[in-house]
């Protein structure tokens, strides 16, 4: 990246002339490659199909699915092969980082919020996380031009008085009171999108850029500084997107993703930078917003009709690239900028139930694609990623319309002599030479980025080893070749069966991701996969009893699928994912030598959690037991909560629930009933007094233990349980 005197072609102007050259020769390789295979795929079925000379309805359909595949596959293709080019050239001319040069420390900043939005999720990762964020910072020098907000929707009452208990511990330990700042809402409207838009109606003024993070997010204090010095250079970018990169994963399964996403994702998103230029995408966490023009021009609409496809939109940071780039502002994705991490699903499982709810995100975007004003640009960034799932109950049913081609041919008769012909695994009798140009152009298409990848690293790790060196690194790229391709189908079906639910009006819910290791778990694996192999099973031996050769065509398929259970299993096993650690497999630069950051975030969370826990009989309802019981914590709890005025109605009720709690114990109650109590500090300020005062018998006998338990739960303080 070069030292030298910025230069200003993203601030000003954008050269359009250049931008187009650049659309028309990424788009025209796509459309010639999908051009080439489309003919051939025609050719082959026009001269060997059930009638030479001739295409049936069923083989028009064929080709019409073969050419939308390819074309998607293309795509990826297309942007390895721009990537591979921009990278060894030295890197593309025309990228953000290259507007200020490296060594500007003294550039100037501006008022910036430093936002996670959680929701459930485990407070001493956010917590210990934000600390090791805010230390980062302070070692810049430039603190003094970042406050931080934990914006929280959590609906567990553990995990939200663990929340306001870490929250005070953390600015005691860092100083941080009126620079850290947490909310906990009332009602979490509009999820994730709708804690971010509330935030902006009641701070947002205050603040000329917001940096998004979420839960799982890390960006060292550099990387942050950064991106708001690069935004203060070009006044024109509305959001500037960086690259996180997946750590901290323990189990075969996340270490073979961030592998994978450390060593490919350079070529692509380098290509993907090629043709989007300032008109790119946003991915909701680890960016810079530039605050006024987000709050003018990025407001959701709500989707015609009722969810799936209708209400609320799901993957809001897609149409908010959009709205930002149709008000004139530019979307820039820093590819090039170290220092932005973020955490993966530990399981494939895990990763099956984040797909559900991105799929139905993106299928409502599907009302955009002709939304009046947006730029070609965006429109892409949307069709991409509604294909992004499409594509694959368009493959599912693409193989099974050929697999009853394959039957129709066989069983009437009218196939070519086998011996004379071999079957491709589309399923379509055809020319020996024809069908290995085919079959070689679509393989190309599959692994040459993951090729190109490799050899992109390969110089140097000779001078430098971050993955292991050069025989670790290759061994392991080939292992995770062969995994992914047997994940393949099995995201298939996953993919199909969302796509199908979605269309078929079946909305979801919101879940919080899973983050920790926890082997695996038999029972769901088999509940889960169950009928993915019983489809495979199925499928194969059908495939074989009518035609042989074709059934090993399709094994690549159908081993997937059959192995989907133990595979599921064993890519879960945190034991499996440390022995690779130890052999020196699906390492990464991060692991080999990682920054200064995430080692501290790994020792302050050793220490965390070595700390004791709460008796199991008290475990479900701890965190009311803390706001109730303990002084301090229930000080805290009050302090933070709206104070209110109930009506008459309103003050009657909670004098009921109030003695319920205490005569009957939380087990009694329902959780919207304790949220209620919590939210309410007459209430909660009247529990703990009561508590004290009231003689043990006319409490509940859950809160007879409680508060026998209390010294022992408090031989060390109470709020180092969750740092």
Known sequence: ????????????????????????????????????????????????????????????????????LFAHVATGFTHAIFGFYVLNRGGDF????????????????????????????????????????????????????????????????????????????????????????????????????????????????????????????????????????????????????????????????????????????????AGLNYWQQGEGNFWGHNAILRTAQFMEHCSLP???????????????????????????????????????????????????????????????????????????????????????????????????????????????GSGRVVNEMIIEQWGIYLEVSQTLALFGLTLLMLFLPKILGVIVQWREEGRQPVYGGRLRMLVSALGETVLSSLLAPINMMFHAKFVVFTLLGQGVGWITQRRGVDEGDWREAILTHWGQTAFGIIWGVSAYIVLPSFFWWLSPVLAGLVLAIPL?????????????????????????????????????????????RPIEALRGDYGLLQAVLDPYINALHVSLQRQRRPAEATRAYFLKLRERLLREGPP?????????????????TWLHQQLWSRPQGELAEWWQLAVRQYNVLTAQPVTALYR
């Open 302 to 412: 709500d989707l015609p009709g009722s969810e799936p496809f209708g209400g609320r939109i799901l993957s809001h940071d897609f149409v908010e690239a959009a709205l930002m780039t149709r008000a004139g502002s530019t979307v820039w994705l820093a590819y090039d900028l170290d220092g932005s991490y973020e955490e993966g699903p530990p399981t494939l499982i895990d990763s099956a139930k984040r797909d559900r709810r991105w799929c139905q995100g993106n299928l409502q975007h599907t009302w955009l694609l002709f939304a009046q004003g947006l730029r070609g640009a965006s429109r892409i960034h949307l069709f991409m990623g509604i294909m992004g799932y499409m594509a694959s109950p368009l493959w599912l049913f693409f193989l099974l319309l050929s697999t009853i081609h394959v039957f129709d041919q066989v069983t009437s």
């Open 568 to 612: 599921s299993l064993v890519l879960g096993s945190g034991k499996l994912g440390e022995l690779t650690r130890r052999w020196g497999l699906l390492l990464m630069p991060e692991e080999t030598r990682p920054p200064y950051e995430l080692r501290r975030l790994e020792k302050n969370l050793s220490e965390c959690y070595q700390h004791m």
């Open 1 to 68: 990246m070069p030292n030298s005197a910025p230069t200003i072609f993203i601030s000003e102007r954008v050269d359009r002339r250049r931008l187009a050259k650049r659309r028309f020769l990424f788009f025209t390789t796509i459309f010639v490659l999908t051009l080439i295979a489309g003919w051939f795929m025609a050719d082959l079925l026009w001269s060997s199909g059930v009638r030479p000379g001739h295409l049936s309805a069923i083989e028009c359909v064929l080709l019409a699915c073969f050419v939308a």
């Open 94 to 269: 025309c990228r953000i980082q290259r507007t200020l040069p490296l060594e500007a420390t003294d550039a100037p900043l501006a008022p910036t919020a430093v936002i996670m939005p959680v929701c459930n999720e485990d407070s001493s990762r956010v917590f210990e996380g934000l600390r090791v964020i805010f230390r980062s910072l302070e070692e810049t020098g430039k603190l003094a031009h970042f406050d931080f907000f934990i914006l929280s929707d959590t609906s567990d009452p553990n995990k939200w008085i663990q929340e306001e208990l870490a929250w005070v511990e953390l600015c005691k330990q860092v100083g941080g009171f009126g620079r850290i700042f947490y909310r906990k809402r009332r009602q979490g409207i509009n999820k994730k999108s709708g804690n971010v838009s509330d935030f902006l109606r009641r701070w947002g003024s205050k603040y000329r850029y917001i940096a998004e993070l979420d839960a799982d997010s890390i960006m060292t204090g550099r990387a942050l500084v950064r991106m708001v010095q690069l935004m203060e250079r070009n006044p024109k970018v509305g959001i500037l997107q960086s690259v996180p990169r997946l750590v901290r994963g323990e189990t075969l399964f996340a270490r073979l993703q961030q592998f994978a996403n450390r060593l490919y994702s350079p070529v692509f998103l």
């Open 668 to 684: 009694k109650l329902t959780p919207r009933e304790k949220r209620a109590l919590l939210l309410d500090p007459e209430s909660m």
